[in-house]
């Protein structure tokens, strides 16, 4: 059974930072890509990091420059480094993986950014 795990969500101040992680198991292969969503009360689900099995990256235009995500192939484990955070950032966090046989969620992690 593939699962993913996130971890590292919580309450900070506005400019701080958080390290989300997201570790699978249950699968003995590589996602192609992983990637990080998040989802705000009353708001559509959105692409907020992505990166592929190679490396390559895009990041939802909100966060360039502030957010930085990186993966651990031989681990199956996508990172999110999350600085200079605003309010605009709450949400709940979830973590992706696309494979051939389909995708697959986590639970999601809550962060909350106060002013």
């Known amino acids: 059974q593939v699962q993913l795990v996130e971890s590292g969500g919580g309450l900070v101040q506005t400019g701080g930072s958080l390290r989300l992680s997201c570790a699978a198991s249950?699968?003995?292969?590589?996602?192609?890509?992983m990637g990080w969503y998040r989802q705000a009360p009353g708001k559509q689900r959105e692409l907020v990091a992505r990166?592929?099995?190679?490396?390559?990256?895009n990041y939802a235009e909100s966060v360039k420059g502030r957010f930085t995500i990186s993966r651990d192939n031989a681990k199956n484990t996508v990172y999110l480094q999350m600085n200079s955070l605003k309010p605009d950032d709450t949400a709940v966090y979830y973590c992706?993986?696309?494979?051939?046989?389909?995708?697959?969620w986590g639970q999601g992690t809550q962060v909350t950014v106060s002013s």
């Open positions: 992706n993986g696309a494979s051939d046989i389909g995708g697959f």
């Open positions: 990166i592929t099995k190679g490396g390559s990256t």
């Open positions: 249950g699968i003995g292969f590589s996602f192609n890509a």
